[in-house]
């Protein structure tokens, strides 16, 4: 079975991506291509990291994962503080729900909304002290979580090889990534 695909639409490219010609010409891919599986595993592999990484912040009682996901953001951002647009942007899980995760997160005062004094119609998202104080005890269990399910199980070689792929699938991780030399 083999798949060809074409896709003609005009739309606007997102931002940072290269535009799209009108018609795209997908490459030949079978159903019995072992790059398929390679993809399959490894979505398979995320989804499962992700589901472990929650169950264990769940198991201590901790902020659930895509809470921990927004403090985290918002903690490294200038003054711990992000536009809606910019926190949906910086966000590394899911963007759906946003903002009842934000809503949630403002009701357990772990954020709270500003007013943003540039632009009446703007508002912040700004991490708490409660908000940290949570986030620094989820960390915790969470990079303990990476630790045992990620950095222990590869050598340093895998993890540079594993940092170096994931630029080339993304270079905007190039700029969250320490310098990979040894």
């Known amino acids: 079975m083999c798949v060809v695909m074409s896709v003609s639409e005009n739309t606007a490219p997102v931002e940072g991506t290269a535009p799209v010609p009108e018609t795209v010409a997908v490459a030949e891919v079978s159903a019995e291509d ?45 003054d711990n503080r992000l536009r809606m647009s910019e926190l949906a942007e910086a966000v590394l899980l899911s963007r759906s729900g946003l903002t009842r995760l934000v809503d949630r997160l403002q009701k357990d005062g ?41 950095l222990t199980r590869l050598s340093e070689a895998e993890l540079r090889q594993l940092q170096a792929l994931m630029v080339k699938l993304d270079p905007a991780a190039a700029t969250d990534a320490p310098d990979m030399a040894g």
């Open 34 to 78: 072992w790059r398929l599986a390679a993809w399959r595993s490894f979505l398979r592999t995320h989804n499962q990291l992700l589901r472990q990484l929650e169950h264990q912040l769940q198991a201590h009682g901790k902020i659930a994962l895509g809470g921990y996901d927004v403090l985290v953001q918002l903690a490294e951002a200038p």
């Open 110 to 150: 772990l954020v709270e909304r500003q007013p943003d004094p540039g632009d009446a119609r703007g508002m912040y998202t700004v991490l708490t002290g409660k908000g940290r104080d949570s986030l620094r005890d989820a960390s915790r269990v969470h990079l303990a979580g990476v630790s045992d399910l990620v």
